[in-house]
Protein backbone atom coordinates (compact mmCIF):
# COMPACT_ATOMS: atom_id res chain seq x y z
CA UNK A 1 0.00 0.00 0.00
CA UNK A 2 1.34 4.06 -0.65
CA UNK A 3 -0.39 6.59 0.06
CA UNK A 4 0.75 9.75 -2.23
CA UNK A 5 0.05 13.27 -1.13
CA UNK A 6 -0.15 16.14 -3.83
CA UNK A 7 0.73 20.34 -3.50
CA UNK A 8 1.96 22.55 -4.85
CA UNK A 9 -1.14 23.63 -6.80
CA UNK A 10 -2.60 27.63 -6.88
CA UNK A 11 -3.19 30.35 -8.79
CA UNK A 12 -1.03 32.31 -11.61
CA UNK A 13 -0.69 34.38 -14.67
CA UNK A 14 -0.20 32.84 -18.23
CA UNK A 15 3.55 32.42 -18.61
CA UNK A 16 4.32 31.67 -15.05
CA UNK A 17 5.74 28.67 -13.54
CA UNK A 18 4.56 26.02 -10.88
CA UNK A 19 6.15 22.88 -9.67
CA UNK A 20 4.09 20.40 -8.30
CA UNK A 21 5.09 17.42 -5.52
CA UNK A 22 3.64 14.09 -4.63
CA UNK A 23 5.11 12.70 -1.70
CA UNK A 24 4.81 9.12 -1.21
CA UNK A 25 4.76 6.99 2.03
CA UNK A 26 4.53 3.35 3.09
CA UNK A 27 6.16 2.17 -0.46
CA UNK A 28 9.61 3.90 -2.25
CA UNK A 29 8.04 5.97 -5.32
CA UNK A 30 11.15 4.52 -6.98
CA UNK A 31 9.13 0.93 -6.45
CA UNK A 32 6.29 1.84 -8.79
CA UNK A 33 6.08 4.14 -12.36
CA UNK A 34 4.97 7.11 -11.55
CA UNK A 35 2.19 9.49 -13.51
CA UNK A 36 0.90 12.88 -13.30
CA UNK A 37 -2.74 13.29 -14.51
CA UNK A 38 -5.05 16.19 -14.61
CA UNK A 39 -9.13 16.69 -14.88
CA UNK A 40 -11.06 20.39 -15.77
CA UNK A 41 -14.59 20.99 -15.01
CA UNK A 42 -17.02 18.75 -17.17
CA UNK A 43 -13.88 16.82 -18.80
CA UNK A 44 -12.50 13.58 -18.42
CA UNK A 45 -9.60 13.24 -16.55
CA UNK A 46 -6.65 13.07 -19.28
CA UNK A 47 -2.69 11.96 -18.93
CA UNK A 48 -0.23 14.23 -18.88
CA UNK A 49 3.28 12.97 -17.95
CA UNK A 50 4.80 9.46 -16.31
CA UNK A 51 8.21 8.49 -14.99
CA UNK A 52 9.12 5.02 -14.76
CA UNK A 53 11.47 3.04 -12.56
CA UNK A 54 14.77 3.72 -14.85
CA UNK A 55 13.91 6.85 -15.85
CA UNK A 56 12.32 7.39 -18.34
CA UNK A 57 9.57 9.47 -19.59
CA UNK A 58 6.55 10.09 -21.42
CA UNK A 59 4.42 13.08 -21.98
CA UNK A 60 1.44 14.20 -23.41
CA UNK A 61 1.79 16.07 -26.81
CA UNK A 62 0.05 19.13 -25.35
CA UNK A 63 2.43 19.19 -22.72
CA UNK A 64 5.86 18.55 -24.28
CA UNK A 65 8.42 21.29 -23.60
CA UNK A 66 6.86 23.21 -20.99
CA UNK A 67 6.48 20.40 -18.59
CA UNK A 68 8.74 18.18 -16.92
CA UNK A 69 8.54 14.90 -14.77
CA UNK A 70 11.06 14.26 -12.55
CA UNK A 71 12.11 12.05 -9.09
CA UNK A 72 13.67 12.61 -5.97
CA UNK A 73 14.47 8.98 -4.43
CA UNK A 74 15.63 10.93 -1.22
CA UNK A 75 12.82 12.92 -0.60
CA UNK A 76 10.89 10.23 -1.53
CA UNK A 77 8.82 12.72 -4.11
CA UNK A 78 8.14 12.74 -7.71
CA UNK A 79 7.71 16.04 -9.17
CA UNK A 80 6.02 17.75 -12.13
CA UNK A 81 7.86 20.97 -13.35
CA UNK A 82 5.36 23.35 -14.97
CA UNK A 83 6.69 26.16 -17.11
CA UNK A 84 5.20 28.66 -19.65
CA UNK A 85 1.82 27.52 -18.33
CA UNK A 86 -1.31 28.46 -20.81
CA UNK A 87 -5.11 29.04 -19.00
CA UNK A 88 -6.09 25.43 -20.73
CA UNK A 89 -3.52 24.03 -18.45
CA UNK A 90 -6.05 24.72 -15.61
CA UNK A 91 -7.42 21.76 -13.80
CA UNK A 92 -7.27 19.38 -11.09
CA UNK A 93 -3.99 17.67 -11.21
CA UNK A 94 -3.54 14.02 -9.83
CA UNK A 95 -0.41 11.83 -9.04
CA UNK A 96 -0.39 8.28 -9.45
CA UNK A 97 1.37 5.21 -8.92
CA UNK A 98 1.49 1.84 -10.63
CA UNK A 99 3.53 -1.80 -10.44
CA UNK A 100 3.54 -1.52 -14.11
CA UNK A 101 5.34 0.38 -17.28
CA UNK A 102 4.71 3.49 -17.90
CA UNK A 103 0.71 4.04 -19.16
CA UNK A 104 -0.48 7.12 -20.35
CA UNK A 105 -4.12 5.20 -19.20
CA UNK A 106 -5.51 6.26 -15.66
CA UNK A 107 -6.95 2.80 -15.58
CA UNK A 108 -3.27 1.05 -15.36
CA UNK A 109 -2.71 3.11 -11.96
CA UNK A 110 -3.44 1.36 -8.64
CA UNK A 111 -2.75 4.60 -6.65
CA UNK A 112 -3.65 7.98 -6.31
CA UNK A 113 -3.10 10.80 -4.55
CA UNK A 114 -6.37 13.81 -3.44
CA UNK A 115 -5.55 15.98 -6.23
CA UNK A 116 -3.70 19.54 -6.30
CA UNK A 117 -5.72 22.53 -7.89
CA UNK A 118 -3.81 24.36 -10.64
CA UNK A 119 -5.58 27.73 -12.02
CA UNK A 120 -3.54 29.60 -15.03
CA UNK A 121 -5.69 33.10 -15.58
CA UNK A 122 -4.84 35.08 -18.84
Known amino acids: QVQLVESGGGLVQAGDSLRLSCTAS????????MGWFRQAPGKEREFVAA???????RYADSVKGRLTISRDNAKNTVFLQMNSLKPEDTAVYYC????????????????WGQGTQVTVSS
Open 96 to 111: AATRGTIFASADNYDY
Open 26 to 33: GRTVSSFA
Open 51 to 57: LSRTANT
